[in-house]
């Protein structure tokens, strides 16, 4: 599996507040959405940039696209509301031909959930480079070697 922008993964995401606590993995796998990948280095890995999608609505101040149901059911997702957050974000390296560490099986099948539909893509990549530009967004860089 190769990443792509929109893809949506299971991931131990890791929040800033975890982290800034000396946590050094996510409390739980999960589904989490690929906003950007960069172009192939020498060696061919990228640079991926990954946002959670929860349960928890956003709060004041937190930005988020919520995830329609009928989509949520396409990617085999639960029936409950949910959202990806698109203030927060974790940054890592993927590999050429490896699953990076922290990716795990979405289900016995598949790697991934699916593809996040090309408008919602663009809404959460516009938001995450939103927060980049007004400097709120928070970074947790996941590569094991930084």
């Not at 059911?73 to 993927?94: E, F, G, S």
Request: proline share 6%; with cysteine; aromatic share 6%.
């Amino acid at each position: 599996m190769e990443p792509k922008a929109g893809l949506v993964i299971r991931y131990d995401f890791l929040w800033r507040e975890s982290q800034a606590s000396g946590t050094e993995h996510g409390s739980k796998d999960r589904p989490s959405a690929v906003v950007m990948v960069t172009h192939a280095n020498e060696d061919g890995s990228r640079r991926v940039v990954v946002c959670p999608i929860t349960h928890a609505p956003p709060t004041t101040g937190q930005s988020a696209v919520e995830i329609p149901a009928k989509l949520a059911r396409h990617l085999n997702l639960d029936d409950q509301k949910m959202w990806i957050k698109t203030d927060t974000v974790n940054l890592l390296t993927w590999e050429t031909g490896k699953i990076p560490f922290g990716v795990t099986p979405a289900s016995n099948l598949a790697w991934a959930f699916g593809q996040l539909p090309k408008q919602i893509g663009d809404k959460v990549f516009a938001q995450v480079l939103a927060n980049s530009r007004s400097h709120t967004l928070q970074q947790v860089n996941r590569d094991l070697s930084e």
